[in-house]
């Protein structure tokens, strides 16, 4: 590492040195970086523009019913949404529970406890994952991980822990469960992979320095790694939450779609991109202002959803 | 015994005031918890190895016995119960529509980030690009389709050039974001001695910070690669699709590989079924090219040698 | 030392570059990869005809048109129900026509409507007609009627999975009972009545239905409107309907997932899918009291008897004739009356013609049912106002 550093420094500074410092190109360098950053907002903005322009019949025909009430019936032209908002918060929440630990357990046994020779097949392989795309993940989950491996499960959470509400039955595989777990298969590359690079990140002195006061690996990781670290995770995990709430594909095939608010997580339910996806290409008229208004309210929701996770990491930043 | 668990010293001094049996049982938890987070990595890396063996094997188990140069090569017949032919306009049209992408997102997202870590740094413009790429994350890639057909399909029509724009804005905030994670992470003091020496602002973000990051940038642009050339929802309402490979890039729909797996496995012949299954093989093997040709780059040029 | 160090700052450059030279790459090989596998497949325009010889019906048929075979593209959209047909009508098609390129993706009915709205595409094609609001959106933004040409019935088959059952029938009511979600259990007396010396297991009824709009749910619930006021008054009909009970699953396959792999499941597919999947159908009792096995013949005597109207919006559900299957709809190429380019109208008017006088062949071996013979000269009527 710090050889590494050593190379760059001489190797760049040497460059300079010889054709010295361009000072002009500094300011229009500055600028065209300011415009490309701009162009996030730009796009979003007219992205926000154009579809709420679209969008604005419905929520003035609906009211605030679009987003509180149930009722989503197309051809009585009442739109409620608020059955795929609960659906992608659900769907999401089961995906993160699971993605997380084991994401955060992948990340942390690549970059502290495996071996040498282990780390990069199993780095490339999680990124693998990342590559699958979306279609597949459905396919392969409705025809395999389905009828091997979520039904069972569901069978038997409903049956052993069925008096807890969110598990009661009967058990369907395409539930808010199946497309949970299948999210979580999702996000898991994205999240791992970020971590692994934070986590890497960490200084090795403040890891030695631990080590020397005579903690276990996993107090160094507790006391030296995470608390530097923990910033950065909730990035990575924010962004691996931005994917499943508004993954479509696999969601759409997996996640039962019926429009249904339920405790129990084991049912059919819908989510927003899930409804997009399959009512669109058939939609005319308010249903089409209606799907586009959907997209609008997911918008505001990973607005809200970044902002709590801006909240939370400022206050650990601080504390 | 404590050769395996510890590179640290794990021995047992005696403090002064402390009985020893607490010093032990302190010391049996210690280790206890120590193991139980070892096997908890253990197990969370193996848990997440099942699926991963579970997909490949099953896409390579259906999509195999379909593949080969025929399929590779040519395009699919004008029947979906025929056997035969292949996705080789998909194959074009996602390469042709990838690469755009790429071509407009990848040098606006670094230098968006560049801006971010370097320029922006807290000033608010920043905090606000910053907040709403995260916020582009989330958006449905469907929305995005939608948003494009919206803006440029209605009065241009479908083709390359739209379906491009929607996977240039699925990648924009991806690239933005791990591009910016990793040029945090380039030390300060590389940049410290670059200014020492004299060195301006841009030189230093040109020929220290990034050569850096580079490696790191190439993973985030392979990931938002990976994710655009398997995105589906949103080329169906942009590039539509077709029969035949298709070289305009404004005006004339045009095909890709992972429109053409989503409506092959919906189509009820097995002809169809079993092309859909070789084209996910071939979708995936594309993107573990792109995957490799970036390791082999980044290898290459890696700073440590 | 230094020399090393100087070589490889030369190697190290710019960022800028480095991050270029792999975009370059990535660039170079996709160029590459292109260039090269058009090459390969351009010289080789017409053989990729695939293992089904479909040169053997298709050459016994003269090539309407070809004479003034025009030199364009046509591009349409619309239901996914008739695409494994058009796409082998446009493969035959283009072998007698080279110079006309036609494109048709399935997206789906409302797709096809909308884009054909949009004027972003050349004809549309739909499961269900369009109803007066579309007609008059359509005509506004074209400044064109629109015409619905009938191209081919299809009949939607309910399907099941229950260990030990082979042959189950159903009325309308106890159809209607199932999907309502009256009728939950699969030993429930309605059903029972109507397969005596049938055992029927003491197993739940789940309901598959299909989560994506979709013509078919069109057929489906059009014809369960029509034979339960029930239904009609809490569900009614559509592409998408707010079902009372049961399951989603995408598309036909996602449909026939549930079935297969959900013991008790019952849902509804199309005839095709049904037949290539091999899941077992229902019979069921047609307006005439018979109980009818889904099949081309039954699908084709849901139109003996019909009163068409002049515009060819028509409804094929719940047919009088004795061995007609029940649930059947058409499905319609949409195009308008007076299009933009006349050289794309010879064209899609060539290709209809030859589809509709000659395609029939290629329809049942797919398991459509051919228009009979008074509603094709009707159709083709139609066709031939197109200019």
Redesign the interface.
Known sequence: ?G???D???????????K?G???L??P???V??????????I??A??VV??TY?AVPVFRSQGWSFIFSTD?????GKFGAFAFIYGTIITSLIALLIAV??????A???T???PRWIRGP?A?????????????????G??????GFL?PIATWLSVKLGWIPIFAG?A???SFFGAGVVLA?MI?P?I???CR??LK?VPVGEKNAA??L????????RGAVLPRAKA?II?AV??G???A?????AV??LV????QVTASILQ?GYS???V??????????DH?SA??GV?VV??G???I??VA??VLVWRMVES | MSAFFGDSGSDCRTNEGVSPLKVRTTQKRRIIADVAARVGMWGATLMVMIPIFLIFYYIAKKGLPTMDWEFLTQSQPFSMRARGGGFVHGLIGTLIMVGLAALISVPLGVLGAIYLVEYGKGRPLAQVVRFFSDVMTGVPSVFVGLFVYTALVIPYGFGAVMGAAALAIIMLPIVVRSSEEMLKLVPRELKEASYALGAGKWQTITRVVLPTAAPGITTGVMLAVARAAGETAPLILTALGSLEIVTKMVGEPIASLPVLVFTGARNPFPAGQERAWAGALELLLLVLVFTLLARIASSRNKLQQ | MINSNQYKSNRYKDGVLLVCRRALVLVVVLAVTVGVFGLLTSRSPAGRGGSLDIADSSSSLQAIGSSSSPRTGLNGVGASFPQPLYLEWIGAFRDLNQGVKINYQGMGSGGGIQQLTQLTVDFGASDAPMNDEEMAAAEQAAGSRVLHIPAVFGAVVVSYNVEGLEDLKLDPDALAGIFLGDITRWDDVEIAVLNPGVALPDQAIQVAHRSDASGTTSIFTTYLSRISSRWDDTVGKGKEVKWPVGVGGQGNDGVSAVIMQQPGTLGYVELSYALESGLPVVALKNKAGNFVMPSLESTLAAGRGVDFPDDLRFDLSDAIAADAYPIVGATWILAYEKMKDPVKAEALKAFLNWALENGAEIAEELHYAPLPEGLKSRALEQVNSIH
Request: net charge neutral; proline share 4%.
């Open positions: 590492m050889e590494r550093r190379l760059v420094l001489r190797g760049g500074l040497q460059r300079l040195m054709r410092a361009g000072r190109a500094d229009v360098f500055a065209v970086t300011g415009i490309a950053g701009l162009a996030v907002l796009i979003l007219y992205m154009v579809t679209t989503w019936s197309p051809s009585e630990p084991l994401s955060l357990g992948v942390l046994f690549l502290e406890i495996a199993v490339y392989l999680v990124d693998l994952l990342a590559a699958v795309p979306s279609v597949v993940y459905g396919l392969w409705v025809f395999v991980l389905l009828p039904q009967p369907t595989g395409l298969i898991i994205i791992t992979s970020l690079e934070i990140a080590f020397a005579g903690a276990t690996r996993w107090e160094m990781i950065g990035g924010m962004l939450l931005g994917r709430l508004g993954e479509t594909i759409a095939l039962g779609s019926r429009a059919p927003m991109a899930a997009i996806a399959n009512q669109f290409q058939e939609a005319t008229g089409v799907l586009v997209g997911l918008f929701i990973t607005i959803v970044n996770a801006r």
